[in-house]
C-alpha cells in the first residue's frame, strides 16, 4: 500500500473515532483551520528547495552521539526528513515507510536521518516504538529546521487544543516556543546540492518514499 493510501486510511478512522480513537469531533475544524491558514502563508513556497545549497548540521542522535551532515555526505547522498515527534502518528507512519525501503535507499549509497525538535529522550522512542534502522537528530531549539525555513510557530488556538489534547510541545522539545516543522523530505547530492525537496504545510500529505528513487540513481551515477 502506498504511503498516501496509509495515512488517508488513518486520518478516516480518526475522524470516524474508531477505536482506539477516540471521538473528538471538535478537534478537526480547528486542526483544518492551522492548515489552511499554513498553506496560505506561503512558507512551504520560501523553504530550502531543489537547486539550493543544503544548511550544515550537525545534530546528536538518539544515543547523544553527534551526526554531522557533512561527514554523512562524505560518503554519499543523503536523505534528510523533518518531522513532528513520537507523538504524532502521520509520522510515525511515514518512518516506518522510509524503514521499510532503507535497503534500497542505502544500495543506491545514500544515508537517512530524520530530525525533529523533541529531545533525544523521545527520539529513542521514535526509533523503539517504529523500529527503526535510521538516527533520529534532536534539533535543539529548531535551529536547523529554522535554517532550511519549514519551522513554524502554532496559533494560540492550535496551542490551546494541544495543551488540552495533552501534546505538551515544551516537554517533549525541551523547548518553550510551541514551534514545530512542516513536514519535510530532502534529497541532498554528494556536493552538498538539494537534488530533491517536498515540503507540504498539509501535516496529512507525505510523498511516497519511491518518489525518491530515480533521483537516488542520478546522484549515485554522478557521484
Known amino acids: 500500500m502506498a504511503l498516501q493510501d496509509k495515512l488517508d486510511a488513518f486520518k478516516a478512522d480518526f475522524k470516524a473515532g474508531k477505536p482506539p480513537y477516540q471521538a473528538q469531533a471538535e478537534i478537526h475544524p480547528i486542526m483544518e483551520r492551522a492548515t489552511a491558514e499554513l498553506i496560505a502563508s506561503g512558507q512551504a513556497a520560501r523553504a530550502v528547495k531543489a537547486g539550493d545549497r543544503a544548511r550544515v548540521f550537525k545534530l546528536k542522535d ?4 553527534d551526526v554531522s ?3 554523512l555526505l562524505a560518503r554519499g547522498p543523503l536523505v534528510v526528513t523533518f518531522y513532528r515527534g513520537a507523538w504524532c502518528p502521520y509520522c510515525n507512519i511515514e518512518l516506518q515507510a522510509i524503514n521499510e525501503v532503507l535497503s534500497q535507499i542505502h544500495a543506491y549509497g545514500a544515508n537517512v536521518v530524520a530530525i525533529s525538535p523533541q529531545t533525544p529522550v523521545n527520539s529513542r522512542k521514535s526509533v523503539r516504538e517504529n523500529r527503526l534502522s535510521f ?8 535551529e536547523t529546521s529554522a535554517a532550511f525555513g519549514v519551522r513554524f510557530s502554532l496559533p494560540g488556538y492550535l496551542v490551546d487544543l494541544y ?27 554528494h556536493d552538498g546540492i538539494v537534488l530533491y525537496s517536498e515540503v507540504n504545510p498539509d501535516y496529512t500529505r507525505r510523498p511516497d518514499p ?14
Open 163 to 189: 495543551r488540552r489534547m495533552r501534546n505538551d510541545l515544551p516537554a517533549f522539545n525541551d523547548d518553550p516556543s510551541w514551534t514545530l516543522p512542516m513536514p519535510a523530505r530532502y534529497v541532498i547530492g
Open 69 to 71: 551532515s557533512t561527514d
Open 62 to 65: 538518539q544515543n547523544d552521539n
Open 135 to 142: 538516527p533520529v537528530l534532536s534539533d535543539v531549539n529548531g
Open 210 to 223: 519511491s518518489d525518491m528513487f530515480a533521483v537516488l540513481e542520478k546522484a549515485t551515477a554522478k557521484g
